[in-house]
């Protein structure tokens, strides 16, 4: 079945510097990529998304790329925020045809002050 | 707009019982997916159902089940507890599913600790 592999488990940078989280997923047939920010003792949001026909994606301070051939996507966040502390989740579809996620372990993103 | 809502919030029950699992999902969503969240392995899919059809299932054993009704809510059983089913469970709704690439979005979780 579909494996994801997330990495660093754990992200510390300095607000206003840029951070980026790594993902590789190993089944070829996925076809959808979200990334959820879940903060302490809240449920996971979708922060970005992006498809298999799609190389990158843009939404103000976030970003995510996509390179099927390598099969692996990337999350980043530029001029990071106190309030984007949490942990992050990449995720790849189950296959092209059925539905359900796989996760990656998450990145637990501090920002310093 | 209401949101995916799952009942109850927190659960605890004694090994070798059973519980089930509600999830309402948001209004004219017909994809709901279960996944169970804990510290060591994270969020792992356990199954997804597709107007009252189960279309996927993670790899949980058999104690773990689910279904959906003609409203589109679902109920996740666990039967037969062990401490280790202790866990945050989520679901999710999605209009399509993945399959469609739809965004999901999820409730707050029902939390069961197993004594």
């Known amino acids: 079945g579909e494996n994801v592999e997330q990495h660093p488990s754990t992200l510390s940078v300095q607000e206003g510097d840029s951070a980026v989280i790594k993902c590789t997923y190993s089944?070829?047939?996925?076809?959808?990529f979200p990334w959820y920010k879940q903060e302490l003792g809240k449920r996971p949001q979708l922060i970005i998304d992006?498809?298999?026909?799609?190389g990158e994606k843009k939404d103000q301070r976030i970003a995510v790329t996509l390179n099927k051939t390598a099969k692996h996507f990337s999350l980043h966040i530029t001029e990071t925020q106190p309030e984007d502390s949490a942990v992050y989740f990449c995720?790849?579809?189950?296959?092209?045809?059925?539905?359900?996620?796989?996760f990656g372990k998450g990145t637990h993103l501090i920002i310093q002050p | 707009k209401a949101g995916v809502t799952q009942t109850p919030r927190y659960l605890i029950k004694t090994r070798g019982q059973q519980v089930t699992l509600s999830c309402s999902p948001i209004?004219?969503?017909?994809?709901v997916s279960w996944y169970q969240q804990t510290p060591g392995q994270g969020l792992q899919f356990l199954f997804e159902?597709?107007?009252?059809?189960?279309?996927n299932k993670g790899n949980f054993p058999g104690r773990f089940s689910g279904r959906q009704f003609s409203n589109s809510r679902s109920e996740m059983n666990v039967s037969t507890l062990e401490l280790g089913d202790s866990a945050l469970y989520l679901c999710?709704?999605?209009?399509?599913?993945?399959?469609?690439?739809?965004?999901?979005?999820f409730g707050q979780g029902t939390r069961l600790t197993v004594v």
């Open positions: 995720a790849a579809s189950i296959g092209g045809g059925a539905d359900g996620l796989t």
């Open positions: 159902y597709f107007s009252e059809t189960q279309r």
């Open positions: 992006i498809r298999s026909n799609v």
């Open positions: 999710a709704s999605s209009r399509q599913g993945q399959a469609m690439n739809t965004e999901a979005f």
């Open positions: 209004s004219g969503h017909r994809s």
């Open positions: 089944d070829s047939a996925s076809n959808y």
